[in-house]
Nanobody
Framework: QTQLVESGGGLVQVGGSLRLSCAAS????????MGWFRQAPGKEREFVAA????????RYADSVKGRFTISRDNAKNTVYLHMNSLKTEDPAVYYC??????????????????????WGQGTQVTVSP
C-alpha cells in the first residue's frame, strides 16, 4: 500500500504563505488522483484540494479557491499544496490522501473522507494574527 508523508507545515502570520509537500512511496502514485484535506480542532475533516493523476485537472473547496494551488511532480512522486493569503480560519492539521481506485480530481473531492484508503500522518499549519 502506498505510504504518504507530509511536510512543510509550521507557523505563519495572517496573509503569509506556506508550501506543503506530500511524498508517496509507490511508483503507482502517477496513476491516481491526490488530495489535501484538513481537520481543525473540534471539526470534521474536510476536503481542501485535489489533482488528477496527470495533473491537468484540479478541484478546490470554495474556502480556498484563489488562495491555494495544488500541483504534483510525478517524477518525484510528490504532490504540493501552495497556500497563499493564509487566514485565521485556515489553521488545521493538513493531510494528504489518495485512493488506489480514483484517478480524477472530481471523484476524489466528492468521496466521503472515511472511504479514502490512504492517508498521511498530517502536518500542522498554524496562523498567527
Amino acid at each position: 500500500q502506498t505510504q504518504l508523508v507530509e511536510s512543510g507545515g509550521g507557523l505563519v502570520q495572517v496573509g503569509g504563505s506556506l508550501r506543503l509537500s506530500c511524498a508517496a512511496s509507490e511508483r503507482t502514485f502517477s496513476d491516481i488522483a491526490m488530495g489535501w484535506f484538513r481537520q481543525a480542532p473540534g471539526k470534521e475533516r474536510e476536503f481542501v484540494a485535489a489533482i488528477s493523476w496527470s495533473g491537468d485537472k484540479t478541484r478546490y473547496a470554495d474556502s480556498v479557491k484563489g488562495r491555494f494551488t495544488i500541483s504534483r511532480d510525478n517524477a518525484k512522486n510528490t504532490v504540493y499544496l501552495h497556500m497563499n493569503s493564509l487566514k485565521t480560519e485556515d489553521p488545521a492539521v493538513y493531510y494528504c490522501a489518495a485512493d488506489a481506485w480514483i484517478a480524477t480530481a472530481r471523484t476524489l473531492g466528492e468521496m466521503p473522507v472515511n472511504e479514502l484508503d490512504c492517508w498521511g500522518q498530517g502536518t500542522q499549519v498554524t496562523v498567527s494574527p
